[in-house]
């Protein structure tokens, strides 16, 4: 059985797969000053929920955007699970270039998903992450990570509303039907998804024409992919263990394994 850890700016996400099947998923907030028992003593209670213990692991395999919390992860997993985990990096072989500018500075999340996308979709493709940053990756023909573009998170925008304006609520995010709200409430919800569905259809469009791949494929992953998706134009593909299945996928890559056919 693996672990596939993703360690994002607000959340991290547990995966279990055994025989290449997720069987448990679980999303814990990122908190850096969370200790190394702290850690050990919560994935040996995810294990034990599912009635696994430590030893039904083979590995385990991180990927993460937030330095400060690997110190006391990886020594966690290390003490309580008993395994040297596998972090992924820039510079692990994943299968695909990497032609960015400077590729340290490409998040590990960002070519996670790229790799997963390819993997399950085909290339070429654009990826669009709705975390705590709205992220868009593009993937050439060949499988090359392009590169892409970074926007504030929608919760990022919905809470600078609030807090940096004198007037406006703190809202729910809703689908909204109509662009012209009635009232202040719904005014803010249709600005702000009505605002991220134009923001989709506009930078991947342009991407697209920058690849020249009119037919490359949308995939969408994060937790408000569905909501936007409802209204986008341009998505096709919406994954919600899109950077859980790329771990996989690196792992069995890693070791040799045939990844043809993973979900």
């Given at each position: 059985?693996?672990m596939?850890?993703?360690?994002?700016?607000?959340?991290?996400?547990?995966?279990?797969?055994?025989?290449?099947?997720?069987?448990a998923?679980?999303?814990?907030?990122t908190v850096?000053?969370?200790?190394?028992?702290?850690?050990?003593?919560?994935?040996?209670?995810?294990?034990?929920?599912?009635?696994?213990v430590?030893?039904?692991?083979?590995?385990?395999?991180?990927?993460?955007v937030?330095?400060?919390?690997?110190?006391?992860?990886?020594?966690?997993?290390?003490k309580?699970?008993?395994?040297?985990?596998?972090?992924?990096?820039?510079?692990?072989?994943?299968?695909?270039?990497?032609?960015?500018?400077?590729?340290?500075?490409?998040?590990?999340?960002?070519?996670?998903?790229?790799?997963?996308?390819?993997a399950?979709?085909?290339?070429?493709?654009?990826?669009?992450d709705?975390?705590?940053?709205?992220?868009?990756?593009?993937?050439?023909?060949?499988?090359?990570?392009?590169?892409?573009?970074i926007?504030?998170?929608?919760?990022?925008?919905v809470?600078?509303?609030?807090?940096?304006?004198?007037?406006?609520?703190?809202?729910e995010?809703?689908?909204?039907?109509?662009?012209?709200?009635?009232?202040?409430?719904e005014?803010?919800?249709?600005?702000v998804?009505?605002?991220?569905?134009?923001?989709?259809?506009?930078?991947?469009?342009?991407?697209?024409?920058?690849?020249n791949a009119?037919e490359?494929?949308?995939?969408?992953?994060?937790?408000?992919?569905?909501?936007?998706?409802?209204e986008?134009k341009?998505?096709?593909?919406?994954n919600?263990?899109?950077?859980?299945?790329?771990?996989?996928?690196?792992?069995k890559?890693?070791?040799?394994f045939d990844?043809?056919?993973?979900?």
């Open positions: 059985m693996l596939a850890i993703d360690v994002g700016n607000t959340n991290i996400v547990i995966g279990l797969y055994k025989d290449d099947k997720l069987v998923r679980y999303r814990v907030a850096a000053e969370r200790s190394r028992d702290e850690y050990g003593m919560m994935f040996t209670q995810l294990l034990a929920f599912k009635a696994f430590p030893a039904d692991l083979e590995d385990v395999i991180i990927s993460s937030v330095p400060p919390v690997m110190y006391s992860l990886e020594r966690a997993v290390k309580y699970l008993g395994r040297d985990p596998i972090v992924v990096t820039n510079e692990t072989d994943m299968g695909i270039s990497i032609l960015y500018d400077n590729p340290r500075e490409v998040g590990a999340d960002r070519l996670v998903n790229a790799v997963a996308a390819r399950l979709y085909g290339a070429p493709c654009i990826v669009v709705f975390g705590t940053a709205t992220t868009f990756c593009a993937v050439a023909p060949n499988g090359d990570y392009l590169g892409g573009a926007c504030p998170g929608i919760k990022i925008s809470e600078a509303l609030f807090t940096r304006t004198a007037k406006l609520p703190r809202i995010l809703v689908s909204v039907e109509r662009a012209i709200g009635k009232n202040t409430v005014s803010m919800q249709s600005g998804l009505h605002g991220y569905v134009g923001q989709v259809d506009y930078i991947t469009r342009l991407m697209k024409k920058e690849m009119p490359a494929k949308v995939i969408a992953t994060g937790g408000l992919a569905n909501m936007i998706r409802s986008a341009v998505i096709d593909v919406v919600g263990e899109l950077t859980l299945a790329g771990l996989l996928i690196i792992y890559r890693l070791k040799g990844v043809d056919g993973l979900q």
